[in-house]
């Protein structure tokens, strides 16, 4: 059994990668508040998800968006 078995599509991995190359930035553009720190929190989330192709919300739904 794999810890990090896929559950996400290429495009779904790739739009997610760049929406965290977005937020990571967010607390060196912007003020650095609470805000931006979550901010650059979810992108580092986000980065996760699509390096590793595992989401663990969808695992917690049984959401498989891959091409079986």
């Known amino acids: ?3 990090f078995k896929a ?3 290429k495009p779904e ?9 977005l937020l990571i930035p967010a607390p060196f553009v912007f003020e650095k ?4 720190y979550t901010l650059c929190s979810v992108g ?3 980065l996760f998800n699509a390096v590793v ?3 663990y919300i ?3 739904f049984n ?3 891959c091409k079986t």
């Open 58 to 60: 969808y695992k917690i």
């Open 33 to 36: 508040n609470a805000y931006s």
């Open 53 to 55: 192709g595992t989401c």
């Open 63 to 65: 959401i498989n968006t």
């Open 13 to 21: 991995r790739v739009l997610r990668f760049i929406i965290s190359a």
């Open 1 to 3: 059994m794999k810890i």
């Open 7 to 9: 559950n996400q599509s």
């Open 44 to 46: 580092l989330i986000l």
